[in-house]
């Protein structure tokens, strides 16, 4: 799923770049570097430890 929604996004990008004028290679390449970067500054999940089954 995760491949099928980066595809879609490249393709909303060109789409945009024709409508927009600009280069989409380089709004593509200013969000992948913002999205880890925000996903680093929310910090990690919470997670339980799971109890082993016996």
């Not at 060109?14 to 409508?19: G, N, T, V, Y």
């Not at 970067?37 to 799971?50: H, S, T």
């Amino acid at each position: 799923m995760a491949i099928r929604r980066a595809a879609h996004a490249v393709e909303r990008r060109a789409r945009q770049r024709e409508e927009n004028g600009g280069r989409a290679d380089l709004w593509l390449a200013q969000q992948s570097a913002y999205d880890p970067w925000q996903a680093r500054a929310k910090g990690a999940p919470k997670v339980a430890r799971a109890q082993a089954r016996t």
